[in-house]
């Protein structure tokens, strides 16, 4: 599949994400609380029901659901997150980010339509910025060609992809391409949604602790082009 390829993805058959899905499913349904499920899935505006695993709970289970297991290869990935995120509970999406997170070495250049999915189907800050610095950060720091997927997500009218193309790079630190940073945030430095200006705002403040003076210099020249929320997140360690 190449890179930006926008045609639905198809799910490859696994062994390995058979065995997973099925402990997956076992563990996480024994531990589910429906009192603590409400709460969690107000806190994030009810864009997906919750089982109501807290975070430490669902860790250990996480390690016993993989305990044993080999090392996925790429296909093995592709089937797992994809049927993780056909089931409606949230926390089997945040299995899928974590594995994904922890193997994402195993993805090719072609994996990334895999992970524009995740990014655009029931999307929220809570996956989509695991995603974009743990998955699409990689995966476009190990092939460059890349950047010319994140060069149409910045401009997209899906704001998930915009903030996507903006947080990649969060964890590049001096590999970071500041040009194409300061040209994504400028792209978008008038975007109305308060997601996407935050993005800009957190992802020039993370630079910021690399070079904080082309930071400063950047806000200084494009400020009256920026969001006041840009600017303050932007500025705020400095």
């Known amino acids: 599949m190449r890179p930006n390829d926008r045609r639905p993805v198809k799910t490859p058959r696994s062994a ?3 065995t997973l899905l099925e402990r997956l499913t076992t563990a996480y349904g024994a531990a589910a609380d429906p009192v603590q499920a409400r709460s969690m899935a107000a806190y994030m505006k009810d864009v997906a029901p ?11 289970l996480t390690k016993a659901v993989t305990a044993r297991t080999p090392k996925p290869a790429e296909a093995d990935l592709a089937a797992l997150v994809l049927r993780c995120w056909e089931l409606p509970e949230r926390e089997y999406h945040y299995f899928a980010v974590d594995y994904l997170r922890g193997h994402v070495r195993a993805c ?8 524009r999915h995740l990014i655009v189907t029931v999307p929220w800050w809570d996956t989509v910025d695991h995603l974009a610095a ?22 997209d009218e899906d704001l998930w992809l915009a903030r996507t193309a903006l947080l990649h790079q969060l964890r590049y630190k001096s590999a970071t391409d500041a040009g194409r940073l300061f040209a994504y945030c400028r792209r978008q430095g008038g975007h109305p949604d308060f997601f996407v200006r935050k993005a800009i705002g957190w992802a020039l403040r993370e630079y910021a602790k690399t070079d904080p003076e082309a930071v400063r210099a950047f806000v200084a020249a494009e400020g009256d082009a920026l969001s006041p929320l840009s600017v303050r997140e932007a500025l705020k360690n400095l």
Do not use: K
């Open 108 to 115: 090719s250049s072609g994996f990334l339509p895999v992970v």
């Open 16 to 18: 390995l994400a058979d």
């Open 134 to 155: 743990h998955a699409v950060g990689p995966l476009v720091a190990a092939d460059p060609a890349l950047t010319a997927v994140t060069d149409e997500w910045i401009g």
């Open 50 to 60: 919750f089982l109501g695993i807290r975070t430490p709970l669902r860790r250990e």
